[in-house]
């Protein structure tokens, strides 16, 4: 069974671009979540995704961000014109019914 | 609201020696507890979980943490580091009440000397 698995591992935008992180959860989960590490801090909810559902977003910037989990395909975090600020290492988990979550290797995001 | 406050930044142990990595928690539900491991430019790894059941808990690589509510502490502990446990632990807390949604604390960078 693989792992979660996260593209692309390395992102670089110049400010302004578009940035689209893709997550592909466990074989079995249904339930999807982001979190983002910014530099020397621990990781920080952000949404909590079902297949077509956002269940949970409070941890989501209000602007400029968005996250999907479509019926089919994988979850996709998607930042619009990004800034320096968001700079980070942005992880994806999943989880079938359970507590424990399984997290991927991540995506390092580099704002120019 | 629930929240973990991770005492030490970094620790300093040599090869062979305890490790002790302290973790307290603040939660208004029954919470479960998580340690998980992030080496250098790699995801998480769960190293073990407390959800209500034996205090004491067991992890994988010869760790374990105990949940103690009176003291609202649930520290990492191992009797002899290795090397490769040279990494950043992360203490987590979530409510009981079924929903995942994780809070870590700030981490602790773990450095292991010969």
């Known amino acids: 069974n693989a792992g979660v698995m996260q593209n692309p591992r390395h992102l670089v935008r110049r400010r302004g671009q578009e940035a689209r992180l893709r997550c592909s959860p466990m074989?079995?989960?249904?339930?999807v979540y982001w979190y983002r590490q910014l530099p020397e801090e621990g990781l920080k909810f952000m949404v909590y995704l079902q297949k077509e559902n956002i269940i949970d977003e409070s941890g989501m910037p209000k602007e400029r961000f968005s996250a999907e989990f479509p019926k089919e395909g994988p979850s996709i975090l998607r930042i619009q014109q990004v800034v320096r600020g968001d700079s980070a290492a942005y992880f994806c988990a999943s989880s079938p019914d359970t507590l424990e979550q399984y997290f991927g290797p991540g995506t390092r995001l580099t704002v120019t | 609201a629930q929240s973990v406050t991770q005492l030490d930044s970094h620790v300093s142990v040599s090869e062979g020696t305890p490790v002790l990595l302290r973790c307290n928690y603040s939660?208004?539900?029954?919470?479960?507890l998580f340690w998980y491991v992030q080496h250098p430019n790699k995801g998480l790894q769960l190293l073990l979980k407390?959800?209500?059941?034996?205090?004491l808990v067991k992890g994988i690589n010869g760790f374990e943490a105990e949940f103690k509510k009176s003291e609202t502490s649930f520290h990492l502990t191992k009797p002899s580091a290795h090397m490769s446990d040279a990494a950043e632990y992360f203490c987590v807390v979530t409510p009981g009440t079924g929903f995942q949604k994780l809070v870590f604390g700030t981490g602790t960078r773990l450095l292991v000397s010969p």
């Open positions: 407390y959800t209500s059941a034996a205090t």
């Open positions: 939660s208004s539900y029954s919470p479960s």
């Open positions: 074989k079995g989960h249904s339930h």
